[in-house]
């Protein structure tokens, strides 16, 4: 409780700060025996407050909640008096209305500078609109980039900004450091109050932020070793700089993560590849499927019977919204009633609905997002139905920690559906990429003397799975995910035995892999004589690929993948475009010796150039004499305004063939003139 401006009992308010104090101020006053008067309590910026004690005996003393040096001089009397502020300030801070003193994250080992920093800092305790010191009202948290974000207060003289920033950040150009300790560090960024007000209690909001955020750390809570490492790094004179360095954390990268500081840099996109490819997941069976939540679910990577333009550019074609025949699929379409009582009911009828079809070998469950917010039974309805449905029910488990990871453990629960074997000559092709570079392959297989090809993954299914197992051997596409689904579902001893190849991409490549197979397989050599024209045309499109120059933009902690087959989709890069003629450009955002050339056959026809900010990587594209610049982004403004067309890994095909369609094709895009001609027209390149 408090009292009002007119002395008249009021409830408390537990988001207006100055309240709260005199409220608490009270409740130590009410606890002390009558020769002793609490006038005041203060926080101070540390986490730590003091005690104005009136002792009727020997003046006024200003007691430290932590370190009561004053009460102890005052012998056995001080002793009681300390033990009597104590439980008093127990058992106010163990009631929600004191909230906004409270400590927080005492069970909490690490911290770090991430997205989820604001909530674990600000722990609940501050409400937009709501909470106050004085007259200056919080306004509400701003994250652009995961090392900092800003809190607002409006008050008399206009808005505060304060910026809190990881520890040993630099502070920005204009701001002023207030607070730091080993965890983070408060900084005022903007301040329209008079000089002489801050010398005011009711004005000094940064004594009651500092405050807050001191309390939501503490000595044993550590910062993550990235995000220290992320919060500042060297230039090339030595000096600390405000400008993040890439973390290897093994996160694929994301860009269209809210609040990325490294996108401006990034022309990978690891985890929206990933993603794509999970939404693009093909059944070869005919199968029922349960999406079970709202209907906007089916917007975020929509299905459709023609091709859509996606964020990303996929590393191959997919043949999305393609179904076995005999397929079906079952919303639930949650809406407001379910979202309050529950969905259960819709979930049922879809699933008894998709077990119902005849026509379908599986029946496969998403649960999105909404159903597991509202606490939908997911788990029961599943075990139930499974036990009288007569095909298998799968579920795509989206609780786990990547899109890859939800695709292999989809592929998991169709595997272990069954795994009848018919051992029959053949060969397992794992991974490679569907279209017309694969079928030209198991062509030349053909020509080789290989029996027949049983093709999975991307496409799986028990029409996949079967033919497959009863292969001889099997060669697996040199991509990360699907060698590790191979390592783990396919290597039981049941199926072929498994290796992995360099993947045929390029001549050089193809011819290498045909003639493994050939020795796998204990083939004859078989004459290459359809290769001569094959050879011809590659000779002249390379020779015309001399006179032009590719470049890839990477960061030095990630280098490895342009040439690292498992980093990029089984793609070594750099060594295929070598191959096909072209000079290569390599823009590396780190230090100087990390140079990529070396390991490339001509490391002399290419060249590579650092950079450490945005104005240097602008500079390098204005100046460049390369005539395309890698992204898997379907638009780069970043490239098309600097007169630059982007290329991608779907240029490029499997085989001997598809290595001529794709340098067929990043001729013709070095030729085009569209963006150089009216990149002037396409805005401010940024």
Not at 403 to 409: E, K, L, T, V, W
Not at 449 to 474: D, I, N, Y
Request: hydrophobic share 40%; glycine share 8%; net charge negative.
């Amino acid at each position: 409780m408090g009292c009002d401006d007119h002395g008249k009992v009021s409830p408390l308010d537990p988001h207006d700060a100055r309240r709260v104090l005199l409220a608490l101020a009270g409740r130590i006053d009410s606890a002390l025996d009558t020769r002793v008067r609490c006038l005041r309590a203060v926080p101070r910026i540390d986490g730590s407050l003091y005690f104005d004690l009136e002792i009727r005996a020997g003046g006024t003393e200003r007691i430290d909640q932590l370190a009561s040096a004053e009460l102890r001089s005052l012998g056995p009397r001080g002793e009681a008096l300390r033990e009597r502020i104590s439980a008093a300030l127990s058992a106010c801070l163990a009631q929600p209305e004191f909230a906004l003193l409270s400590f927080c994250n005492r069970d909490r080992s690490r911290i770090a500078f991430d997205d989820t920093v604001v909530d674990v800092l600000l722990a609940g305790r501050f409400a937009p609109g709501r909470t106050r010191w004085f007259d200056y009202v919080f306004e509400g948290a701003f994250q652009e980039i995961p090392e900092r974000f800003d809190l607002r207060f409006l008050g008399p003289s206009g808005e505060i900004v304060f910026c809190v920033h990881s520890a040993g950040s630099a502070v920005r150009e204009g701001g002023q450091r207030v607070m730091a300790n080993h965890v983070l560090m408060l900084e005022i960024a903007a301040d329209p109050r008079p000089a002489g007000l801050r010398s005011s209690l009711a004005h000094q909001v940064e004594r009651f932020l500092g405050f807050t955020l001191s309390r939501a750390v503490h000595p044993g809570l550590r910062l993550e070793a990235a995000a220290q490492r992320s919060s500042a790094r060297v230039n090339r004179e030595g000096e600390a700089s405000a400008e993040p360095t890439m973390p290897d954390d093994g996160e694929p990268i994301s860009t269209t993560r809210w609040g990325n500081p490294h996108q401006w840099f990034q022309f990978f996109s690891d985890f929206e590849q990933e993603r794509s490819n999970l939404c693009a997941v093909e059944i070869s069976d005919p199968v029922a499927c349960v999406i079970h939540g709202e209907a906007e679910c089916g917007c975020i990577e929509p299905f459709t019977f023609t091709p859509t333009v996606e964020w990303v550019q996929p590393p191959w074609p997919r043949r999305r919204g393609l179904s076995a025949p005999g397929s079906s699929t079952h919303l639930t379409a949650l809406g407001e009633t379910e979202a309050v009582l529950g969905g259960h009911e819709k979930l049922e009828r879809a699933l008894e609905e998709a077990r119902s079809n005849r026509q379908a070998r599986l029946v496969l469950l998403n649960d999105t997002c909404l159903p597991k917010i509202i606490g939908d039974d997911v788990d029961s309805a599943l075990a139930r139905h499974r036990r009288q449905s007569p095909v298998p029910i799968v579920r795509m488990n989206t609780d786990l920690s990547s899109p890859d990871s939800i695709f292999g453990d989809l592929l998991r629960q169709v595997l272990e559906q069954g795994r009848h074997i018919e051992r029959s000559n053949g060969l397992g092709l794992v991974g490679f990429p569907a279209g017309r570079g694969r079928e030209e392959l198991i062509g030349l297989l053909t020509r080789l003397g290989v029996e027949r090809c049983a093709c999975l993954l991307p496409e799986f299914g028990q029409s996949c799975s079967k033919p497959f197992l009863g292969c001889t051997a099997g060669v697996v596409y040199p991509f990360g995910l699907y060698v590790d689904l191979a390592e783990h579902l396919l290597a039981s001893g049941e199926g072929p035995a498994l290796c992995v190849l360099p993947a045929p991409y390029g001549i050089r490549r193809s011819l290498e892999w045909l003639d493994a197979i050939r020795e796998l397989l204990g083939l004859p050599v078989e004459p290459l004589g359809w290769l001569g024209p094959v050879l011809e045309r590659w000779a002249q499109l390379s020779a015309q690929a001399a006179e032009h120059a590719l470049a890839v933009v990477v960061d030095a902690s990630q280098r490895e993948r342009l040439y690292e087959p498992r980093r990029l989709y089984g793609f070594e890069l750099l060594p295929l475009l070598e191959e096909m003629g072209f000079a290569l450009r390599v823009l590396v955002r780190g230090p100087e010796d990390s140079c990529v050339l070396s390991r490339l056959a001509e490391p002399d026809r290419h060249e590579c150039f650092f950079f450490q900010s945005t104005e240097e990587l602008d500079g390098l594209m204005s100046r460049g004499d390369f005539d395309a610049v890698y992204s898997d982004l379907s638009f780069d403004s970043r490239l098309t305004r600097k007169g630059k067309p982007p290329f991608h890994l779907g240029f490029l095909e499997l085989g001997p063939a598809g290595g001529l369609r794709g340098l067929e094709r990043l001729l013709s895009l070095c030729r085009w003139p569209f963006f150089r001609r009216y990149s002037r027209h396409l805005g401010r390149a940024t």
